[in-house]
């Protein structure tokens, strides 16, 4: 496939509709230029901040109808639209079931399946496989025969939140792009030119979001999650004044298997609160994300040494990762919040 991006007089790049993550966007089209997409990529990163944003969006670079490929993805033609709307008969995406919240060895199998059909419009058949790092390891078996062997028209994009929880014979067969949060002032414009936000709600939104696109974008259209993030800052203020007692009854109703979402949104919510408390003690030039908590901030940076500030972050880290494997959660959460400081009411 001729790549018309290397020509002489070269059109300005598409636009891909992303916000941020330019870098990725730039390797993507590079590793294009030899006229054919690498077999397999993995898009990593904090949750919500973009990663299947991009790998939509890299799918319809690989399926886009318009002629002059320096302009693909259109955002306009028939199969950007498909795409865009999730209705297109050759991009496939599946992801650990909430409840559970494993990806089973059955869906593997039958996107592999699927993916073995020659494209049905497109040029490429493409499989999106989100949070792989949920994966049970006998689905990710499954993949590797693809990943080993696969048919020239197709393309895996898989996404995790922390490239150290996947198989290495996994890793090893993809090729990683590790995404960074995106700069706030790029989200609050973003916020702005593209979602209609009020320059004042956009400032906020973008400084709470700490450069996650996505969640920004939920917390102005859902007042729902504006509302769960106070909610969660709050009871982590009220289990630090908590004895053990209280704390393992708070480590049952956080683990509910039935909420897995919400307690790794609580956990991603609590994990910048303790990065904050770190900034905050250490006089960081680099202002904290959640700001409208200035004040239990600066308590804790008050009452907390360093070191236990820092094992609350350590231990919030490690129970993200658990939350994200076949880990017990009960378990797993009880640990983090025995490894949590103790304040005085
Ligand atoms: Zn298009």
């Given at each position: 496939m001729p790549d018309t991006t290397r020509s002489a007089d070269p059109s300005p790049p598409a636009d891909w509709g992303v916000v941020g993550h330019e870098w990725a966007i730039h390797h993507l089209q590079k590793s294009l230029l030899h006229g054919r997409a690498r077999h397999a990529y993995l898009f990593a990163g904090?949750?919500?901040?973009g990663k299947t944003t991009l790998a939509r969006a890299f799918a319809a670079r690989l399926n886009c109808l318009h002629e002059d490929e320096a302009a693909r993805p259109c955002g306009e033609c028939r199969a950007c639209q498909k795409i865009a709307s999730g209705n297109h008969p050759d991009i496939a995406l599946v992801e650990a079931e909430e409840v559970g919240g494993t990806l089973k060895i059955e869906q593997v199998r039958e996107l592999m399946h699927r993916l073995s059909l020659r494209p049905y419009e497109g040029r490429y058949r493409v499989g999106i496989l989100r949070?792989?790092?949920?994966?049970r390891p006998q689905a990710a078996d499954a993949l590797l025969k693809t990943l080993e062997?696969?048919?020239?028209?197709v393309v895996l994009l898989l996404t995790a939140e922390n490239v150290n929880l996947l198989p290495k014979t996994i890793l090893s067969r993809c090729q990683p792009l590790r995404l960074r949060p995106v700069p706030v002032s790029q989200v609050a414009a973003a916020l702005e030119s593209?979602?209609?936000?009020e320059p004042e709600r956009a400032e906020l939104l973008a400084q709470l979001s700490g450069g996650r696109m996505g969640w920004a974008v939920r917390a102005l259209t859902d007042p729902d999650a504006l509302t769960f993030r106070d909610v969660a800052l709050d009871d982590l203020e009220h289990i630090l004044a908590e004895n053990r007692v209280g704390r393992f009854e708070r480590a049952q109703t956080l683990a509910n298997p039935k909420r897995k979402a919400e307690l790794r949104e609580t956990l991603v919510l609590w994990q910048s609160f303790w990065r904050d408390v770190i900034l905050v003690l250490s006089e960081s030039r680099v202002s904290p994300v959640?700001?409208?908590r200035r004040a239990l901030l600066n308590r804790l940076a008050r009452e907390l040494p360093l070191e236990e500030a820092t094992a609350a972050l350590q231990a919030t880290r490690a129970c993200l990762d658990d939350v994200g494997t076949n880990v017990n959660n009960r378990l797993a959460v009880e640990v983090m919040l025995l490894a949590y400081p103790g304040l005085r009411r």
């Open positions: 904090p949750s919500s901040i949070r792989f790092h949920e994966a062997e696969p048919p020239p028209y593209r979602w209609g936000a959640n700001r409208d």
